[in-house]
């Protein structure tokens, strides 16, 4: 049983497509998060969800739009790609926004 | 601005051998700590955490040690085995949300 599970695994796209990442957690907990590792290989936080609220958002392009349908959902919607955009992209989740993390296995999105 | 800081990119260990990987951060108001460990194409998992009122936790062959004075926690592994290779990445609780907040992860190496 996957805890936190990201689909696709890995997205390659051209430039100026839009697609979207998926991510789900079945372990009941009510805040999630994306995190983008770039390719210096920092994990920084992008988006935050508590119970579908939106509670973090950093300095992030406004092509990138989460959606979070329930609390059991997060999806990253990114519109016009661009080469920087390219990295592995987190989804976690945690009960609260005080507690540790578990992550998914990471989407690796390459824009050519 | 890195706020927190994994200056070793990597790190050699001969198996049976300690490993001590380190962490620094810069601010005082960080309360909690943590390490994760990540394997290629996976996620990163939770390994031990610290709170800012104590300065050493154990579990098994993993210790943290925090140094609040110094801004400094490490993490030693007693004995190393090659199963431990991996990249390691130090978090801290602190961000504006209480967000967690990773350095850059060390990658350890543990040889047979």
């Known amino acids: 049983d996957t805890a936190v599970s990201q689909t696709p695994k890995y997205l390659v796209t051209q430039m100026g497509n839009d697609k979207s990442i998926k991510c789900e957690q079945n372990l009941g907990h009510d805040t999630m998060y994306w995190y983008k590792q770039d390719s210096k290989k920092f994990l920084k936080i992008m988006f935050s969800?508590?119970?579908?609220?939106?509670?973090i958002n950093e300095t992030v392009p406004n092509r990138f739009s989460p959606k979070s349908p329930d609390k059991a959902h997060l999806n990253l919607h990114i519109n016009s790609l661009e080469l920087g955009d390219s990295a592995v992209y987190f989804c976690?989740?945690?009960?609260?926004?005080?507690?540790?993390?578990?992550f998914g296995s990471g989407t690796r999105l390459t824009v050519v | 601005d890195q706020q927190v800081k994994q200056n070793s990119p990597s790190l050699s260990v001969q198996e049976g051998r300690i490993s001590i990987l380190n962490c620094d951060y810069t601010n005082s108001m960080f309360d909690y700590f943590l390490w994760y460990k990540k394997y290629p194409a996976e996620g990163p998992t939770f390994l031990i955490s610290?709170?800012?009122?104590?300065d050493k936790n154990e579990d098994g062959r993993f210790t943290v040690f925090l140094n609040k004075s110094a801004k400094h926690l490490s993490l030693h592994i007693v004995p190393s085995q090659p199963g431990d290779s991996a990249v390691y990445f130090c978090a801290a609780r602190g961000g504006s949300q209480g967000n967690l907040i990773f350095g850059k992860g060390t990658k350890l190496s543990v040889k047979p």
């Open positions: 976690a989740s945690s009960q609260g926004q005080w507690s540790g993390y578990t």
């Open positions: 610290i709170s800012s009122i104590k």
């Open positions: 969800y508590n119970n579908k609220e939106l509670i």
